[in-house]
Each structure stands twice: as C-alpha cells, then as structure tokens.
Nanobody, 123 residues
Framework: VQLQASGGGLVQAGGSLRLSCAVS????????MGWFRQAPGKEREFVAV????????YYRDSVKGRFTISRDNAKNTVYLQMNNLKPEDTAVYYC?????????????????WGQGTEVTVSS
C-alpha cells in the first residue's frame, strides 16, 4: 500500500487549502484513514480521522468547524478541506491508513503513511 499526499502550500491566514491523499491497492475501502500533522519541534498529532465507510469521523478540537475530512472510495482518495486557516496550522501534514477499519486517533494503529505535504500559513 502506498499513499501519496498533495495539495500543501503557502496561504495567508483565513485562506483555504484542500489536501488529497491517493492510495494504491484494491482494499482502500477497508481502511480507516487519517490526517496527522507535525509542526517543527513538536510531536506528530492527529487532525482528523474517518472510518472505512465514512460513517464516523473525529477531529481535534482546534480544527473543528474549519476542517473536513472526506473520502472517495471509487477514486481511492481521501481529502482534507481546510478553511479559515491559522498560523498555528502550519505543519507538515501526513495521511495514513489503518487496516483496523474503524476510525481511531491513535497514531500507532496506522500501518501505512504518506510522505507528507507542507502547509504554511502566514499571518
């Protein structure tokens, strides 16, 4: 399984970005998917996760109401729509997949990781 994240960039505070993560493999629809981020000097943290069927989603408190995770199983792709971006959202964003199927915020349960895409929000 390979994950390829894209869509990062430089944006001003209040702006929007949409991250995409293309997943190889026929069993994508069985995976719960997540977005995580890591800012310089900080530990990696969960941002948003979604169960295999899309019925369950979880967001970290600081992004609730601003970020939306979604998936298109026909395209083997998961998205993260980020609106009203803030400087504190600046980080490298990673997509990840877990064969567990159910959404989980536990980083260690994710088996597969993408390479990361950098998001920089200027004030």
């Amino acid at each position: 399984v390979q994950l390829q994240a894209s869509g990062g960039g430089l944006v001003q505070a209040g702006g929007s970005l949409r991250l995409s993560c293309a997943v190889s493999g026929r069993t994508f629809r069985r995976y719960a998917m997540g977005w995580f981020r890591q800012a310089p000097g900080k530990e990696r943290e969960f941002v948003a996760v979604m169960s295999w069927g899309g019925g369950n989603t979880y967001y970290r408190d600081s992004v609730k109401g601003r970020f939306t995770i979604s998936r298109d199983n026909a395209k083997n792709t998961v998205y993260l729509q980020m609106n009203n971006l803030k400087p504190e959202d600046t980080a490298v964003y990673y997509c990840a997949a877990t064969t567990q199927g159910e959404a989980t915020t536990l980083i260690w349960k994710y088996n597969y990781w993408g390479q990361g895409t950098e998001v920089t929000v200027s004030s």
